[in-house]
C-alpha cells in the first residue's frame, strides 16, 4: 500500500488535496454520499489499499480477498452521472470512467456501479461494466 502527504492532491482528481477529501475516508470517517464513497474507493486503487476497498464493500457482495494488480497505474476519475446516493438516501448509482495504464498501454474501465447506505454509513454494493 502506498502513502500519501496530506497536501498532495488526491488521486481522485476532485481537486483538493488528500487531505481533505479522501484521506479522512481511507483512516475511518464515513462518507457522506455515494459519490463521495466511489471517489475514495477510487483513491484505494490508486494506493493499493485493499484493505479500505473491502471494508467499504457491502458485507452480501464483499470477497473474502482482493488481489491488486500493483502493474496498474490509476490516472484518471471522471464521474459521469450520479442517481440520489445524497446524505439522506439510503441509494445510489455512480456512473464513472477510470482511466488507466498498464505495461505501457492506456486503458479506461466504465462502470454503474451501486451503493448502500446501512447503520449511516455507505457501501459498495455492485456494478455494471460497460
Known amino acids: 500500500m502506498s502513502f500519501l502527504a496530506d497536501d498532495a492532491r488526491c488521486p481522485c482528481t476532485s481537486g483538493d488535496v488528500y487531505g481533505s477529501c479522501c484521506g479522512p475516508l481511507l483512516a475511518g470517517r464515513r462518507a ?38 500493483e502493474d496498474v497505474r490509476w490516472m484518471r476519475l471522471d464521474v459521469v452521472d450520479h442517481v440520489t446516493g445524497g446524505p439522506f438516501d439510503d441509494a445510489g448509482e455512480v ?36
Not at 32 to 54: G, K
Request: proline share 4%; no cysteine.
Open 32 to 69: 457522506p454520499t455515494a459519490v463521495r464513497l466511489m471517489r475514495s474507493r477510487y483513491t484505494a486503487f490508486a494506493l493499493a489499499d485493499a484493505d479500505y476497498l473491502l471494508r467499504s464493500w457491502h458485507p452480501s457482495t464483499r470477497p473474502t480477498s482482493l488481489e491488486l494488480d
Open 95 to 130: 456512473a464513472f470512467a477510470a482511466h488507466y495504464r498498464h505495461d505501457g498501454e492506456r486503458g479506461v474501465l466504465q462502470e454503474r456501479s451501486r451503493f448502500v447506505r446501512e447503520g449511516g454509513a455507505w457501501f459498495y454494493l455492485d456494478g455494471v461494466t460497460w
